[in-house]
């Protein structure tokens, strides 16, 4: 962030700016946003619009002064600016914590994560992600899943509408930024498939176990039916309609 801002009320949160800057903005707004209100959807945080497109100032000079106006363009973010957007990491901590039964559980979490020394080390987005889906990989599991179909929905409604060039950007844009978010907390996990044989049944009947890199012994067993959609999500290629 720059100093001289011409508009010192503005807010930050829809500008790119640095990753741990970004992460530290976009995690007080989600925390600020998060206790408003009994529906944690404070500030319109759960609100459709990810703000993907860049914003700026427009200078208009006077006879004795310069003003300035704050404005949208039709220039549209690529996903790495999306990820340094406050606005956009408020509303995947609130996805997150909003994908937990008790949403009280998932803010612990990630308060968990971000007070690590392992985030302190890279405190930025990515690091979060991948922290989060080592540590609570079936809590990744509900999030991405709920996550997916949501940026499904968004692209899929405004396909039924009257499409422009932006829209069709943002609508890639928004499927890379999930597809991203989803492989980097994905690349920390590894299913296995393992056969197990039922002693009621004699029926053999084939598992996946989720084994957490770097943590031996720390597996769950999830069913075909999960393992099928978890490689079409991985892939950013659920179908919300299934």
């Given at each position: 962030?720059?100093?001289?801002?011409?508009?010192?009320?503005?807010?930050?949160?829809?500008?790119?700016?640095?990753?741990?800057?970004?992460?530290?903005?976009?995690?007080?707004?989600?925390?600020?946003?998060?206790?408003?209100?009994?529906?944690?959807?404070?500030?319109?945080?759960?609100?459709?619009?990810?703000?993907?497109?860049?914003?700026?100032?427009?200078?208009?000079?006077?006879?004795?002064?310069?003003?300035?106006?704050?404005?949208?363009?039709?220039?549209?973010?690529?996903?790495?600016?999306?990820?340094?957007?406050?606005?956009?990491?408020?509303?995947?901590?609130?996805?997150?914590?909003?994908?937990?039964?008790?949403?009280?559980?998932?803010?612990?979490?990630?308060?968990?994560?971000?007070?690590?020394?392992?985030?302190?080390?890279?405190?930025?987005?990515?690091?979060?992600?991948?922290?989060?889906?080592?540590?609570?990989?079936?809590?990744?599991?509900?999030?991405?899943?709920?996550?997916?179909?949501?940026?499904?929905?968004?692209?899929?409604?405004?396909?039924?509408?009257?499409?422009?060039?932006?829209?069709?950007?943002?609508?890639?844009?928004?499927?890379?930024?999930?597809?991203?978010?989803?492989?980097?907390?994905?690349?920390?996990?590894k299913d296995i498939p393992v056969a197990e044989t039922s002693a009621a049944t004699s029926e053999t009947a084939v598992k996946y176990t989720r084994t957490v890199k770097g943590k031996p012994g720390a597996s769950t067993a999830d069913s075909v039916k999960i393992k099928i959609m978890s490689e079409k999500i991985k892939g950013g290629n659920i179908d919300s309609g299934e």
């Amino acid at each position: 962030m720059k100093k001289g801002d011409p508009m010192p009320d503005s807010h930050w949160r829809a500008k790119v700016i640095s990753s741990q800057a970004a992460f530290e903005e976009g995690f007080a707004e989600f925390t600020a946003s998060f206790f408003l209100n009994p529906n944690h959807d404070g500030d319109n945080i759960a609100d459709k619009d990810f703000q993907a497109n860049k914003i700026g100032y427009r200078l208009s000079k006077g006879t004795n002064e310069v003003s300035a106006t704050l404005e949208w363009s039709d220039t549209v973010k690529n996903t790495g600016e999306l990820m340094d957007t406050e606005f956009f990491i408020a509303k995947i901590l609130h996805r997150i914590a909003m994908s937990y039964d008790n949403p009280y559980d998932g803010y612990q979490n990630i308060v968990n994560i971000k007070s690590s020394d392992e985030f302190r080390k890279s405190p930025n987005l990515s690091s979060f992600i991948k922290i989060f889906a080592a540590n609570y990989p079936q809590d990744f599991e509900r999030f991405k899943v709920k996550f997916a179909e949501e940026i499904n929905t968004v692209n899929a409604e405004s396909t039924r509408r009257i499409q422009t060039d932006e829209k069709r950007k943002i609508a890639e844009l928004l499927s890379n930024t999930s597809s991203l978010i989803i492989s980097i907390g994905q690349s920390e996990i590894k299913d296995i498939p393992v056969a197990e044989t039922s002693a009621a049944t004699s029926e053999t009947a084939v598992k996946y176990t989720r084994t957490v890199k770097g943590k031996p012994g720390a597996s769950t067993a999830d069913s075909v039916k999960i393992k099928i959609m978890s490689e079409k999500i991985k892939g950013g290629n659920i179908d919300s309609g299934e």
